[in-house]
């Protein structure tokens, strides 16, 4: 069975950064792809940020630059480094693990943590 647990996320002054971490089981990481979500209150869950297996990253246009999405296939761990924070940037972060990748597209399948609440606030 597939376990995946988000972590690090808080309240920060915008400007701040936070990095969230995905933890899985098993063989879920090895050679997966991997993508970052967000919901805020009241709207949609977006595509934050995507990685191939083999390191190829993307990121959607409002955190382009600000955000850096990275992987440790030794310890089963992907993470989401987040500088420049904004107020916009509040929401609960989802991971999800081994979803279809295509160059520049990334589709989730169900493998889903709990999430992690951001709070951008001053």
């Known amino acids: 069975q597939v376990q995946i647990v988000e972590s690090g996320g808080g309240l920060v002054q915008p400007g701040g950064s936070l990095r969230l971490s995905c933890a899985g089981s098993g063989s879920t990481f090895t050679a997966n792809a991997m993508g970052w979500y967000r919901q805020a209150p009241g709207k949609q869950r977006e595509l934050v940020a995507f990685?191939?297996?083999?390191?190829?990253?993307n990121y959607a246009d409002s955190v382009k630059a600000r955000f850096t999405i990275s992987r440790d296939n030794a310890k089963n761990t992907v993470y989401l480094q987040m500088n420049s924070l904004k107020p916009e940037d509040t929401a609960v972060y989802y991971c999800?693990?081994?979803?279809?990748?295509?160059?520049?597209?990334?589709?989730?399948?169900?493998?889903w943590g709990q999430g992690t609440q951001v709070t951008v606030s001053s």
């Open positions: 999800n693990v081994g979803g279809v990748y295509y160059p520049g597209m990334y589709y989730p399948n169900n493998y």
């Open positions: 990685i191939s297996g083999g390191g190829t990253t």
